[in-house]
């Protein structure tokens, strides 16, 4: 089976969801798929796909060189138990903050958000 037919789903979400410039080289027996995703959320979800190819990543056939574009926002959903701070302290050069301020739409408060919300990451 040829590298791109095995990862066809991968190839396919990649062009479905945007990624631009996207470029698919076979060489050596490994496939080598590189581009810029629209939003850290589109190459986190190609991962989620890779992954569910190859689940350990083992094969060792595959690299994805998946950047993100410049201005993309990153989103998180709020989990039960997050606070700003917390979330803060997963992405780095980020204060609690900034998220804050990047949200005033949607948060009046810094001490109530909920679980389900999709807040913006600043860069």
Do not use: C
């Not at 190459?43 to 989620?48: D, E, L, S, T």
């Not at 992405?91 to 990047?102: L, V």
């Not at 408060?109 to 919300?117: A, F, K, S």
């Amino acid at each position: 089976m040829a590298l791109q037919d095995k990862y066809r789903e991968v190839i396919d979400f990649a062009r479905a969801n945007g990624v631009n410039d996207l470029s698919v080289q076979e060489q050596n027996n490994v496939l080598y798929l590189t581009g810029t995703a629209p939003a850290d959320a589109v190459k986190q979800q190609i991962w989620a796909v890779y992954e569910k190819l190859d689940p350990e990543m083992r094969s060792a056939d595959m690299v994805l060189n998946i950047g993100v574009a410049v201005g993309a926002s990153t989103t998180y959903t709020v989990q039960a138990g997050d606070s700003l701070s917390k979330i803060a302290a997963k992405y780095s050069g980020i204060s609690w903050k900034d998220i804050f301020e990047a949200n005033r739409d949607q948060i009046s408060n810094p001490d109530l958000i909920h679980p389900g919300q999709v807040l913006k990451i600043p860069q």
